[in-house]
Structures are given as C-alpha cells and as structure tokens.
C-alpha cells in the first residue's frame, strides 16, 4: 500500500508517490503520455526538470489521446482538442464543445483525461490498495470536489481524500515542517492565482497538519497572459478576423511558449513567429518579445510590429496591481481571523509556473525580500500531497440567503465562517425562521457556499419575497457564492400554514456540523412547542 497524490492543473498534471524506503515523495514519469519540463530558478544557475502530463485531450473519430501524445503528434492546435479543463470544473462552466467523439463539456473532458492518464500509470499504482490524495484549489467550491469523487469512484480508487493545494505545497518543500511558523502560500498556476496564510501544528501524534489563517484568489492565470500576448500580437500585425479565427490556436501556443521562455532569468528576449498562409501569398509574421524595459512602469505599449515588451504588456493590463491586491487581502483576512502581520510571516513558498513571470517575482521579492523561496514549483504540491494531513476545518464561509423584509432586500445570515473546526458543539449556531409570505405551508432552507474570491457578474434571486425558489441567489456581495442545495432545498412544514403578523418568531433552527463534515439542523416550531426536525441533514459542506 502506497500514498499517491495527483496534482490535477490547468495546464499540466502531475502524479507523485510516497517512497517508505527512502522517505520522500517521488514524481511519476509516465513515458507513454508524460513529457519533461526543464526551468531554471537563476540566471546561470543549474537547469531543473520534473515529468508532468500536460493537462489536453484530443478526440479522434476511432481514438482519444492525452498529453504529450496530443503535443509530439501536433494536434495541440487541433479544434478536436480541448485545453484548460480545471478553470472551466472549478467555475461550473456547462458549455460544450462540438468534437469527433460528439458534444464534450469541461467536466467530461478531464474526468476522461483523468482517467486515462491513471491507467496509464496502473502499473506503479493501485487502485484497491493506495490511499489516493487528489488536491483541490482552497477556491475551490463543492462542484468541484463532487467531481473528485465521482472521477475516484468511477476508477474504483477505494480509499481517497481530498487536500487543499497550500496545505500540500507547504508539505512539498524540503524543511518546510517547522512547530507554528507561518507561511504564506503564492499558487500561480494556468488557471487561477491562489494566496494563503498556513501555519503549521504539528503537536498532534496522527501526523503533521497545517492550519488555514487567511485565503484570497482571482480569476487570473497564465492563461490570461496568454491571450494578452495573442491579442497584442494580432494587433501588431493587423490580423484580419477571419485570418486570426483560423490561426488563434496556433498563436496562443507560440504566446505560451513566449511568456515560458521569458520565465526563464537567463533569457532577455524571445522570438515569436507565426506563418500566416491563408492568403494568396503567405506572410511570417514576426515579433521580438522582451522581458522589461525603462518604461514597463508606465505601462507604454507601442504597437511597432517587429518588438514588444512583456512587462509593459502586463503594466497596461492592470497585472500588477491584480496580483498586489489578491496578497493584501489574503493577508488582511489572516490579520482579522488570526491576528497575523506581514512581518510574522517566515517563508514564501511559490508554487505555479506562472509565479517564474518576471512582473511576479519582482512583486514577490519587492514585499517578502529573502524570505521568497522557489524551490519545485511545478510538483511541490503533488509531493506535499503524499505527506500532508489538513486539520478538519472548513475552507470557505457558509450561509443562508433570507428576504429582509424592513429593508426589501436579500441577505446572506452567515452559518460558519472559514476555518471552523468540526464536528461542532450541539447548537452551535441559532435563529428564528418565520416564513416570507401569508398562506406559506413550507419555509424552504437554502445554504451557500461563500467565497472570498471577487464576483465577475450580478446573478438572480433564487428565493424571491414569495418565497418561490429560482437559480441563484441575489444578495448584494462582491464575492462569489454558489448553492449548495438548489435541487433538494430542506423544508420545514408549517402546520398552521404562515401568518407573519402572529408568526414573528415561530420556527427556532440550530445548526450543528457532524464529523463527516454533515451540516444539521434541529427545528422547533414555538407556536405549538412541538419538534418538526431532529438533527436533520441538509448538505454536505
């Protein structure tokens, strides 16, 4: 029986296991769909490498293919092929893709990657026998844990658990397990930027185990900065937009492959080159990309086709200012709910191939000087997974939406914050639920998962005055929050139905959390004194 870890990214994925023998945690090279990624930390310092399965799949008509068989055969480009699965799972994006294989939604898409690639490495694993640690962005809402577990079970993996990405970094680097130090966590990955504030506790004899303080995230990625160098490059060349239709992919792997080279502190400059032969006479179009330049600051984008600055690029698109703000309020939630400072933190751990973007480090460096650490930021997280043992907490704030009916709007009545541990005291939490309407004869209870992570757009009400459920909750909050039980909403039947002038504090709720991480509910009806739920189940949290 072995711990194995599966590191599932944006744009790679990565496989490691525990070795007892020499007490470390090893990658998995899978030679048949694995490919090597080779990175230097300093200019004229040693070239790095670890094996990882770059996160695509392609559909063929008799055939699916994963990885680096999708690269080598160069199908990468391919309208068949399908990229960047995580970002799409973890937002609950539905949208499919036409393929040869028929429509394919992101969710479909990597949980068949994902499977393929775990068989193609059962030889040095076992399903029925290891203990399997996928890990999760702390972002991450229960959608995309479920997804997890439907991917295990489908596999027949039987003994899984799910660990939060910072938690796992912290494990992965070497030394990293010190009593109470205080990390900050940086994930820059393809698809998203994730900040957070651990600290360790180690005293507990089950095994290490590191504690949640402060989390922030965004939408931001090294996707992102991608499509930032394609449009920049189209622009530059005056592509038509038929013409950039036809050639987009092809462009955004040579944007990729750009921001990777100028990753790299030896390189100052790379050349991005496209052929473009869709005309009557074919063209190369050209543009030399630098990594920084005097005026990066001022965010001077100049449209010159032949030279171009990445770190202007990034100035002009707010990318600094992005990042700045994620850190400040991952650090201001560990300052509220752990009272840590800026300078109690002890190491900057960096995890992410986008982290290596110099505009990222420079940031880094400018705010934790020598305390920044880069050591395997491509696999840290899937090592730690093999290692690590979060504490049972919650990793996101819960809540119930309610209509205020003094002030004519929607609110969310907060349940349990992030960083609760569980099972909780009987009763932890208690309110009054009385009913929206006259006439009700059924008051529905629907929960929330509560991000940190800044909202995108203004979604509609999903409980109404009336108290008629829709899609989605309308409460005026500037982060994201998805419903936990939209299709099996819990209802306290009101016998009497609701009469809200003799009805002002009728139904008494508490809430509790079980061990398995269950939220339950009690209710009281004090109209007649009677009991209508016991210790009831409403959703898994």
Same mark, same amino acid.
């Given at each position: 029986m072995s711990e194995v870890a599966i590191d599932f990214g944006t744009s790679n994925t990565a496989l490691a296991r525990y070795n007892e023998t020499r007490e470390r945690a090893e990658t998995i090279r899978i030679p048949e769909i694995g490919s090597e990624l080779r990175y230097r930390l300093k200019p004229g310092g040693a070239e790095h490498s670890v094996w990882v399965v770059p996160s695509v799949i392609h559909y063929a008509e008799k055939e699916t293919l994963i990885g680096d068989q999708v690269i080598s055969r160069g199908l990468a480009e391919h309208p068949d092929t399908m990229r960047w699965m995580k970002r799409s799972i973890a937002q609950g994006i539905t949208r499919r893709k036409r393929t040869a294989q028929g429509h394919k939604s992101a969710a479909e898409a990597g949980a068949e990657f994902l499977t393929l690639a775990l068989n193609y490495a059962s030889h040095e694993i076992s399903f029925e026998n290891d203990t399997f640690t996928f890990t999760a962005p702390v972002e991450a809402f229960e959608n995309f844990q479920d997804w997890i577990w439907r991917v295990a079970e489908s596999l027949g993996i039987r003994k899984l658990r799910i660990l939060d990405e910072p938690t796992a970094c912290v494990f992965g680097y070497q030394g990293a397990a010190r009593q109470d130090e205080r990390f900050v966590v940086f994930d820059f990955g393809g698809g998203t930027l994730d900040i957070s504030a651990v600290r360790l506790d180690l005293k507990e004899q089950s095994g290490r185990k590191a504690v949640q303080l402060g989390q922030a995230g965004c939408d931001l990625g090294g996707m992102d900065i991608d499509k930032w160098i394609a449009d920049d490059f189209c622009a530059r060349h005056s592509l038509s937009d038929a013409d950039r239709r036809d050639l987009e992919n092809l462009i955004l792997r040579q944007a990729e492959a750009a921001k990777i080279a100028l990753s790299d502190p030896a390189m100052a400059d790379t050349e991005m080159s496209v052929l473009n032969d869709l005309g009557r006479a074919p063209r190369l179009l050209q543009t030399t990309w630098r990594r920084a330049c005097a005026k990066c600051d001022n965010g001077a984008v100049r449209l010159a086709a032949g030279e171009a600055c990445l770190g202007c690029l990034l100035a002009e698109k707010g990318f600094p200012q992005q990042i700045r703000g994620v850190l400040d309020r991952a650090l201001e939630n560990a300052a509220v709910k752990a009272g840590l400072r800026r300078s109690d933190v002890t190491r900057v751990l960096v995890t992410g191939g986008t982290s290596l973007v110099p505009a990222v480090r420079r940031i880094l460096d400018e705010s934790f000087h020598e305390k920044v650490e880069y050591d395997h930021p491509f696999d840290c997280v899937v090592r730690g997974g093999c290692r690590g *043992?979060?504490?049972?907490?919650?990793?996101?704030?819960?809540?119930?939406?309610?209509?205020?009916?003094?002030?004519?709007?929607?609110?969310? &009545?907060?349940?349990? &914050? *992030?960083?609760?541990?569980?099972?909780?005291?009987?009763?932890? *939490?208690?309110?009054?639920?009385?009913?929206?309407?006259?006439?009700?004869?059924?008051?529905?209870?629907? *929960?929330?998962?509560?991000?940190?992570? &800044?909202?995108?757009?203004?979604?509609?009400?999903?409980?109404?005055a009336e108290g008629r459920i829709r899609t989605a909750a309308r409460v005026a909050t500037d982060y994201e929050y998805i419903c936990l039980n939209p299709d099996n909403p819990t209802f306290i039947a009101a016998d009497p139905p609701i009469d809200r002038e003799r009805d002002k504090q009728r139904f008494l709720c508490s809430f509790e959390i079980d061990g398995n991480r269950r939220l339950l509910v009690t209710v009281t009806d004090h109209l007649n004194g009677k009991p209508v739920l016991v210790k009831h189940p409403v959703v898994r949290l």
């Open positions: *043992i979060v504490s049972p907490v919650l990793q996101h704030d819960y809540a119930i939406e309610s209509y205020n009916r003094p002030g004519q709007r929607f609110e969310f &009545k907060p349940l349990f &914050k *992030i960083g609760t541990e569980f099972p909780t005291p009987p009763d932890a *939490i208690r309110f009054w639920s009385n009913g929206s309407a006259d006439g009700q004869t059924r008051v529905g209870l629907l *929960i929330y998962e509560v991000s940190r992570m &800044k909202r995108r757009a203004v979604d509609q009400a999903m409980v109404d």
